[in-house]
């Protein structure tokens, strides 16, 4: 009990936070309401950021569309129709009609929760000080989903193209009755900016929470170094990452302790943990493909029987490696997926950075602290042909699953010649091809439902 309330306030701002889930939005795919919510207090703001409401999120489409993920010929043709399948399959329509997009709009109702915070703040009594720690959190939060949104419905960034761009609507009030069309790429991404330099600026925010839905300037500056890798923005992404590993860069050796995580509890626990997000599926992907849901020959490849990753992770199962499932207790089973901003991505960050400015040392010394931590016999890489392919491949190794991360880079890579690659689906006979993804398609960007489209006419679909 004292471990939860860790992170859980003690007294959640219930009617609150049941108001504030159930409020109904245009711009979503139900009809509107006519809730207010209205916080009066310091004590109501914190509340609402302590709520695990906020870490409790689903991108779990953004993984299945990577090339991170194998699902079994059986499990397909059982399973023909549903969202699941067809995001594997880069299928032409992702959803039926009457399905809700469960990725769009639960990230809205965290981005109200952030908005109705932001927009209350200046209201209620407290002092300057009192104020600046909820409202940079909030920031922080509303930038997290925001990137998370636009790397997943909008196009990779691009300097170029970014004014023209589509990527998704842009939120700031927690206007009920709003019908906004889509941003543009540039202008989701200069609010992020805006709201994570803000945090990062603010005196009163201390480098780590209180706890790990409460994030602090490590959380903020790790953040901001992976909006700048997605601009291209190498020396700020560097520069921010540096920052953040300043703060906090403590990793955990696998062969001594490692902790599994199956809730937000373990999360708080693991000291890599700079902002905890987290899924845990009980009855959704889980019930479809239960044992049928495995690493993909590709991702497979790039680990060896050293690696811990492969061994804490993930049971084989004849031939192939499945996710490492976990009985919760009380005849509940689930699977979990850790979206968490970290150490190692902190850390790989940075590395990726110095190769691109040729710092081969200093990016091969970040990459084997990182494996230092992770293989059960280490040995050093010494050289390599390529640094930066060296990095990327450890990126890949370390945030598998990781709320779309995977598919985020895929896109970003897809930009260059040395990187890019055509993805393929195959049968179990690892020769049949199901499904093809050139660089770059159209099919990268995820649909949104039709629900989304008749209820807004100012949406645009993304093409397919």
């Avoid at 979503?28 to 509340?47: F, R, Y």
Wanted: aromatic share 10%; with cysteine.
């Amino acid at each position: 009990m004292q471990n939860r309330k860790a992170f859980l306030s003690i007294v959640p701002l219930c009617l609150c936070m049941l108001l504030l889930l159930s409020a109904c939005r245009k711009f979503l795919d139900q009809p509107a309401g006519t809730t207010v919510i209205n916080p009066s207090t310091i004590k109501d703001l914190q509340e609402m950021l302590n709520h695990d409401s906020i870490a409790l999120c689903n991108f779990i489409l953004a993984d299945i569309m990577s090339d991170d993920m194998k699902i079994s010929d059986n499990a397909l043709q059982l399973d023909t129709s549903s969202y699941y399948a067809r995001t594997y399959l880069w299928g032409k329509d992702i959803w039926n009609s009457g399905d809700p997009d469960f990725i769009y709009n639960s990230a809205y109702r965290r981005i109200l929760q952030m908005n109705i915070i932001l927009n209350k703040i200046d209201a209620v009594e407290g002092s300057a000080q009192q104020k600046n720690i909820p409202r940079a959190q909030a920031q922080i939060n509303r930038a997290w989903y925001y990137l998370q949104l636009a790397n997943l419905y909008g196009p990779h960034y691009q300097s170029t193209t970014a004014a023209a761009d589509l990527s998704v609507p842009l939120i700031l009030q927690p206007d009920a009755g709003t019908l906004p069309a889509r941003a543009t790429v540039q202008d989701v991404y200069n609010q992020i900016l805006k709201d994570l330099n803000a945090a990062v600026s603010n005196p009163d925010l201390p480098d780590m929470g209180a706890t790990i839905v409460q994030p602090g300037k490590a959380a903020a500056l790790a953040l901001l170094a992976r909006t700048y890798l997605y601009m291209g923005n190498y020396q700020q992404a560097e520069e921010a990452a540096h920052r953040s590993l300043v703060m906090r860069n403590e990793l955990l050796d696998y062969n001594v302790h490692f902790i599994p995580t199956t809730s937000l509890l373990d999360l708080s626990k693991n000291p890599e943990t700079l902002m905890g997000k987290l899924r845990m599926d009980y009855s959704g992907f889980y019930s479809k493909y239960t044992s049928s849901f495995f690493i993909s020959k590709t991702l497979g490849d790039l680990f060896d029987t050293n690696d811990n990753r492969l061994i804490k992770f993930f049971k084989q199962d004849g031939d192939v490696y499945i996710l490492n499932w976990i009985d919760g207790g009380q005849d509940l089973t689930y699977m979990y997926f850790n979206y968490s901003i970290g150490v190692p991505e902190v850390l790989l960050t940075e590395a990726e950075c110095l190769a691109r400015r040729g710092d081969t040392a200093g990016a091969l010394a970040l990459v084997n602290r990182l494996r230092q931590n992770r293989l059960i016999q280490y040995t050093p890489i010494e050289g390599a042909t390529d640094v930066l392919a060296t990095v990327l491949q450890e990126r890949r190794r370390e945030l598998f699953y990781h709320g779309g991360l995977r598919l985020f880079d895929l896109k970003r890579l897809n930009r260059d010649p040395r990187f890019a690659q055509t993805l393929q689906r195959t049968a179990d006979d690892g020769s049949t091809v199901l499904a093809v993804l050139e660089p770059g398609a159209p099919r990268y960007l995820m649909q949104f439902s039709p629900l989304i489209i008749a209820n807004n006419p100012h949406m645009i679909q993304n093409p397919r």
